[in-house]
């Protein structure tokens, strides 16, 4: 698993099972209150978000999973703090292009009736925790770029 999460596509698709997992186990049935991959064009190009969940009304929510593997598994393995706090000083900074990227996308143009804001789902708490640690403003700039994951529980 270790040896594959290194691997771009295969993060991509670990994160898209995990939030397909996720929205399954809160009881959102797909094909009835969610669907994966549907695709939509608009003059700015194709979009394929990971998960639209439908909601009563005909509304949309749109979810989009990214895993920022490689800098926090680095910092997790860090035998010192020097480094550690570089790793996680990276990935902070990985988070806040993934808000950034997802931001530029608009997902919410071409899937209306929908928020203007797509919510970017991390396949667990630690590394948002981990981020914000290091990047105490990422709330607010995900916020401010209609992209971001939930705040952690405290």
């Not at 926090?72 to 000083?89: Q, W």
Request: glycine share 6%; net charge positive; aromatic share 10%.
């Amino acid at each position: 698993m270790e040896r594959a999460l290194r691997t771009l596509n295969v993060r991509g698709g670990w994160g898209e099972v995990q939030l397909r997992r996720v929205v399954e186990m809160a009881g959102i049935v797909n094909h009835c209150h969610f669907v994966e991959k549907q695709a939509a064009t608009s003059d700015d190009g194709r979009f394929i978000p990971d998960i639209i969940i439908k909601l009563p009304g005909g509304r949309n929510i749109i979810v989009d999973a990214k895993v920022p593997y490689i800098a926090y598994r680095k910092a997790v393995e860090a035998s010192s703090d020097a480094p550690r706090t570089a790793k996680l000083k990276d990935h902070a900074r990985q988070l806040r292009e993934h808000i950034i990227q997802l931001s530029s996308k608009k997902y919410w143009d071409p899937f209306q009736p929908a928020p203007e804001f797509v919510f970017m789902f991390l396949p667990g708490e630690g590394y948002f925790s981990a981020a914000l640690q290091h990047d105490p403003s990422l709330i607010e700039f995900g916020v401010d770029k209609r992209a971001s994951p939930p705040a952690p529980s405290r």
